[in-house]
């Protein structure tokens, strides 16, 4: 199985997990489970694939959870399981980005439906993630004037205007400016505007 079909549990309720892991892994997936969300925390490596989160657990709870993934930018899609009752509480989880919430008892098909399609949504997440560092390992393989070459080109500035505004040789910002495509692995200034318009998105 690929990495994109881990599936991370986060439940306080060992019987509950057990269940879900023998559930997940009868149906083909790699399963992870943790009996917190500071176990989570600790043990989570940044792995592809999706997390069914409790709402409520002893310690931080699964809203907290959540709040923290964002904080950290863990970009884990999230599908929450609420027990009855907790139904206001997982409306809130979708508001802090959740892709979808079950509430207890759920039909094992249902679950194993929404995991199916959540974690064809996160190989699209998690690709466009990987791009997107990629492209920024690259800008910040830029040496400090390399940079400042790039966000005036970016900007829209001739190489004349480049060299006016850092009092530097035209030649010498053409050099600068033939590096930065090398390094950003572009061939045209349009492509370079591109890649640093998808960073500031």
Known sequence: ??????????????????????LLEGAGYAVKDYSSAEDFLVGYQGVPGCLLLDVRM?????LALQQEMVKRNVRLPVIVITGHGDVAMAVQAMKNNAVDFLEKPFDNDVLLQLVASTLASAAEVFANQARLSEIEARW??????????ANLVVAGQSNKEVAEKLSISIKTVEIHRSRVMQKMQVRKVAELVS???ELEN
């Open 1 to 22: 199985m690929a990495a994109i079909d881990t599936v991370f549990v986060v439940d306080d309720d060992q019987d509950f997990r057990d269940s879900l892991i023998w």
């Open 58 to 62: 002893a310690g931080m709870s699964g």
């Open 140 to 149: 910040q393989a830029l040496s400090k004037r390399e940079s400042e070459v």
């Open 195 to 197: 890649l640093r318009g």
